[in-house]
């Protein structure tokens, strides 16, 4: 499969040559992405990567001079080697020879024939096949080096042995003395991992070794992350790595929703790469502690305090608090314990400590309350100390609204007894508000949005069902079933009856009787 990209501002040329391509009946297959600008095209080239790109010498806002170069400047970063057709008119064939000097392997006039096109066509795959057979080796190459990388990166316990063959395999790639490893999470708006145009900005902005000293020599995928490690020849370019990996923050930042990226320090020693992986992962979780930092470097941030007596003294309150169920303390103390000014200085793997410490006391509490324990965060999920008070809190808050609903439904369930055991006393909302303990009109919202009946209805509906069991016992007299559901005044009785049912109690004996 060969990819082809068609640019030009004149729609019906694009779509023109691309049903011409149809016709050729090929021999290979191909696939073709159409632009109608130069900038389009651009993004066409860095979305799919087009083996072959016929351009338009004169285009308004990108001539295809102008697109060729992008092009190569951008296929230089990151191995991408597309073969360049000019297309042009009779009158434009300066701008063609310009073409040729940039690369362009032939070009095409308008309006384009069908022989020439397939002539240009054949001679383009031709390139392509000789460019894939001959970076096939360079290609399994950098895939042996990748995986050898990500295997030391991220493995601490590899067999010696192993060890040292990894090592032996991937140090003719290591042209200079010194190491170290970046690391970058990018995120999108929906926290997913780094896309594909961000890997390709990076590579893109990658340093150029013989213009700066500085061999990128490792791009890992390791999740939402990427791993670089660089390899240089003096101890002071580890200032000119850190200004690329700024720039790059800047670059991905207009892009990105989070943007994190740290760096370890620097070493000599080829075995210590799994080490450089561990420092740089460590300080990129201090992005809780530093979310204002760009770049978050190891060195800086290695020689925390581990001292937490203090943070842990304020959280054995909130267990006190808990006690009593003082939610407002209980976000108060979680306000003042994960607090910048507490924590600036203290090691993530303290910060982690307390976060768990909290979560403990929180789950707690939950058991005792009888709930379940919550589902709680990983220490690393988190992008700053905010979010992990608000995750904290919120989950406070939740108990609190578990522990009401419950107090709630309780008050419920025991109005409902009351009324179903007491039905035929002269009872009233008032007298089962105070038996629950509630506002009178709090009590008549919570019972009806409840039951879905209001309270008078539902004490009404008690002492009509009754009454209708009453009633079909003939030797109870209507006076008498009146009293014994609450009604002291049959008369209001036989009302509230035929109101309820439709029909007086005395036609509903009737009905009894005749059936």
């Not at 970046?182 to 390709?200: F, Q, Y």
């Not at 502690?289 to 054995?316: C, M, V, W």
Request: glycine letters at 4%; proline letters at 2%; one cysteine or more.
């Amino acid at each position: 499969m060969y990819s082809i990209l068609i640019a030009d501002d004149e729609e019906i040329i694009c779509k023109g040559i691309e049903s011409k391509i149809k016709r050729l009946d090929l021999a290979y297959e191909v696939k073709v992405i159409l632009a109608f600008s130069g900038k389009e095209a651009l993004e066409g080239v860095i979305t799919y990567k087009p083996d072959i790109i016929i351009t338009d010498i004169c285009m308004p806002d990108m001539d295809g001079l102008e697109l060729i170069q992008q092009i190569k400047e951008y296929g230089e970063c990151i191995n991408y080697k597309p073969n360049f057709i000019a297309l042009s008119a009779y009158d434009k064939f300066e701008f063609v020879r310009e073409a040729f000097k940039l690369g362009a392997i032939d070009y095409l006039l308008k309006p384009v024939g069908l022989s020439d096109l397939r002539e240009v066509l054949d001679k383009a795959v031709k390139e392509q096949q000789k460019a894939r057979s001959a970076g096939n080796a360079a290609y399994y190459h950098q895939i042996l080096l990748e995986n050898n990388l990500s295997r030391l990166l991220v493995n601490s316990d590899i067999d010696s042995k192993i060890l040292h063959n990894l090592i032996e395999s991937i140090k003719e790639d290591f042209n200079y003395n010194y190491l170290c490893i970046g690391i970058i999470d990018v995120r999108d708006e929906t926290d997913n991992k780094i896309s594909d145009i961000a890997v390709d900005i990076i590579k893109l902005e990658k340093p150029k070794p013989e213009a700066t000293g500085i061999n990128v020599l490792h791009l890992c995928d390791q999740e939402h992350m990427l791993a670089l490690l660089f390899n240089y020849h003096t101890p002071d370019k580890y200032d000119g790595i850190i200004s690329q990996l700024s720039y790059l923050y800047h670059i991905l930042s207009q892009r990105f929703v989070r943007v994190f990226i740290s760096i370890s320090d620097c070493a000599k020693d080829i075995y210590s790469i799994h080490s450089l992986y561990k420092h740089a992962y460590k300080a990129l979780i201090y992005r809780i502690i530093y979310p204002e930092y760009n770049i978050i470097e190891y060195g800086k941030i290695k020689h925390k305090s581990d001292d937490i007596t203090f943070a842990l003294q304020r959280l054995d309150v909130l267990r006190q608090y808990a006690d009593n169920f003082d939610i407002y303390r209980m976000c108060e103390v979680i306000d003042n314990v994960f607090n910048l000014d507490v924590l600036r200085d203290i090691s993530i793997e303290k910060l982690s400590q307390l976060y768990n410490y909290a979560v403990h006391i929180i789950n707690e509490w939950y058991s005792i309350n009888g709930e379940r324990d919550f589902q709680y965060k990983d220490f690393n999920e988190f992008y700053n100390l905010a979010d992990m008070r608000r995750f904290l809190k919120t989950k406070i808050n939740d108990m609190n609204y578990l522990v009401e609903s419950q107090a709630v439904s309780n008050a419920i369930d025991i109005a409902i007894k009351y009324v179903k055991e007491n039905y035929y006393k002269d009872i009233n909302m008032a007298v089962i508000a105070n038996i629950v303990n509630m506002n009178y009109s709090y009590f008549g919202k919570l019972f009806k949005k409840t039951m879905g009946v209001s309270f008078v209805e539902y004490l009404t509906s008690v002492r009509m069902e009754n009454a209708k069991k009453l009633l079909k016992d003939p030797s109870n007299k209507i006076t008498q079933i009146s009293k014994m559901v609450g009604y002291e005044n049959p008369k209001y009785f036989t009302r509230a009856f035929k109101a309820y049912f439709g029909f007086s109690p005395h036609d509903f004996r009737e009905k009894i009787i005749s059936a």
